[in-house]
């Protein structure tokens, strides 16, 4: 016999093999690890189909509406240090993101906050819609080529330094309520009633 030897059998419990390794000595375990493994993809099919019909109608009627684009191109600085402070502001309300980017401490937004007045303008000249009813639908920053520079390194040689580089998109929306701008129910509202 293995133990009396001192060599233990491939599927005794030790640490260095796990319980879940298939092994023909126990058929049980491995039909078992088979049925978890073949189940996952249904149990995410199921997921999927289970998503009500009208909010994939909302999203798509959501995509459709017409949005304005700023972008800042070939910016110094990490997307790291940008995408941190774009987090912040995504899916705010246009004002809301104006206080944010003007009273956080990182340097990067003054950079992202030019970038959002030129969306916002873009917004109201292009497609004529109304400030106080802006928000936030996207913002991202994207890699942009590095700048190389050199040091100093060991023993004379040159050491390279990659700068970060980045560019900046941000995309603004109009709520909407009930398939109508908000502009235009509190125009309705404040309208004088017709006599």
């Not at 800042?72 to 993101?97: C, M, N, P, V, W």
């Not at 900046?168 to 908000?182: D, F, L, N, W």
Request: aromatic letters at 6%; proline letters at 6%.
């Amino acid at each position: 016999m293995l133990w009396t030897s001192g060599l233990q059998h491939r599927c005794s419990p030790s640490l260095q093999t796990p319980l879940s390794r298939p092994c023909s000595h126990r058929p049980a375990v491995f039909q078992r690890a088979q049925h978890l493994l073949a189940s996952r993809p249904q149990v995410r099919q199921r997921a999927h189909a289970v998503q009500p019909v009208f909010a994939k109608a909302k999203q798509a009627e959501e995509d459709a509406a017409p949005e304005a684009m700023a972008s800042l191109k070939f910016k110094k600085g990490s997307t790291h240090k940008f995408r941190r402070i774009l987090d912040q502001i995504r899916g705010r309300s246009y004002e809301e993101a104006l206080m944010i980017l003007e009273f956080l401490p990182h340097r990067a937004c003054d950079s992202i906050l030019p970038t959002l007045i030129s969306a916002a303008a873009n917004a109201k000249e292009n497609l004529k819609m109304s400030k106080l009813n802006l928000y936030i639908s996207e913002c991202y920053a994207d890699e942009a080529p590095k700048l190389k520079r050199f040091t100093n390194g060991y023993k004379g040689r040159p050491y390279k330094i990659l700068k970060g580089v980045s560019h900046v998109t941000i995309k603004v929306k109009e709520r909407k309520q009930a398939g109508k701008s908000i502009a235009a129910a509190a125009a309705k509202e404040l309208a004088p009633e017709a006599m």
